[in-house]
């Protein structure tokens, strides 16, 4: 799910929500959750803006 999520947000190519992840995967919004609480951990996903994340640039 965690690469799910960070190709759907590469592909957006602007800050996303969690909701809006959701949405463009069709996925259940808690796997969702469940995601980026661990890309947020890894530090593979940053916040530029308030609730919205992108990829982080490595």
Do not use: N
Not at 5 to 11: C, D, I
Not at 30 to 55: Q, T, Y
Request: aromatic letters at 4%; a positive charge.
């Amino acid at each position: 799910m965690k690469e799910q999520v960070l190709k759907a947000m590469a592909e957006a190519a602007r800050p996303v929500s969690a909701g809006e992840v959701a949405t463009l995967l069709g996925a259940d919004r808690k796997l969702v959750d469940k995601a980026f609480a661990e890309l947020k951990k890894e530090g593979a996903i940053v916040s530029p803006v308030r609730c919205k994340w992108e990829p982080a640039k490595r």
